[in-house]
């Protein structure tokens, strides 16, 4: 399957207000300012689905977004599957000037443990800080929580051809998951088929 449409559906905060049905989700998690919704608009090949900003803190809800995924069977059969990617809020986001830190909000904890339909998470990993305490802090929390994990490593082609072997080198020891990190650039779309392949063994099965 491909991603063929998306757009936004809704957005919360807490649990009664997430959609009902038995739709699949995908959700989407990392340090604020990591290049979450870069991806999300190239993995869905659709400029201005969510919002980018060089603010870090930009996104501060729950946001679902519809996707519907294509499968041509034959010339003439296809199937199609609707899912939700979900856009969660950034962590870590230090806002000196008022001292409130969003290092993790409730919301999210309460997404990740209540959300019955959540059926991969992908951590975004920006390539060129692989070792922020902060997101060891976030992978070993997913872990405990038991969410299947897919790690993305973010604006690689911000990195040289060194930088990248001796991060994903990083990468792979500080953050283990059963499937290998993705290596993303939202700029020159690196990845996406690969990151399109994880998402349909989950729709597929
Ligand atoms: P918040 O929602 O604010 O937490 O941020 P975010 O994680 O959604 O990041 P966003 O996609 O808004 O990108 C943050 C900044 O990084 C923007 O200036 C983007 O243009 C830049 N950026 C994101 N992805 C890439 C990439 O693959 N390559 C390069 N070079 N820059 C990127
Ligand atoms: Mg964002």
């Known amino acids: 399957p491909r991603i063929i449409a998306a757009k936004y559906n809704t957005s919360c905060v ?4 997430y ?11 990392g340090r604020s300012n ?12 659709y400029r201005g689905l969510a919002l980018v900003s060089g603010q870090p803190g930009k996104t501060k809800t729950i946001n679902y977004f519809d996707v519907e995924s ?3 069977i034959s010339e003439t059969e296809e199937r199609r599957y609707h899912w939700f990617l979900v856009d969660l809020p950034g962590y870590g986001f230090a806002k000196t ?3 409130n830190r969003n290092l993790w909000s409730s919301f999210i904890a309460d997404y990740i443990l209540h959300s019955e339909r959540l059926m991969l998470l992908c951590l ?4 060129r800080h692989p070792e922020m305490p902060i997101d060891k802090v976030a992978y070993d929390w997913l872990v405990e929580a ?4 897919q790690i993305v490593v973010t604006k690689v082609d911000k990195l040289t051809a060194k930088e990248k072997s001796a991060n994903l080198a990083i990468i792979k020891e500080m953050y283990p998951t059963a499937t290998p990190p993705i290596l993303y650039s ?7 088929e690969l990151l399109q392949q994880r998402i349909n063994k989950v729709l597929v099965g």
């Not at 807490?14 to 207000?17: E, G, S, T, W």
């Not at 038991?146 to 994990?149: A, M």
């Not at 939202?186 to 996406?192: I, M, N, Q, V």
């Open 186 to 192: 939202s700029l020159k779309h690196t990845g996406r």
């Open 34 to 45: 990591v290049g979450k919704s870069s991806l999300i608009n190239s993995l869905c090949n």
């Open 146 to 149: 038991g969410v299947p994990l």
């Open 14 to 17: 807490k649990a009664d207000q």
């Open 19 to 29: 959609p009902e049905g038995d739709t699949v989700e995908i959700a989407f998690i």
């Open 97 to 99: 000037n008022k001292g």
């Open 70 to 72: 294509k499968e041509d």
């Open 124 to 127: 975004l990993i920006d390539g």
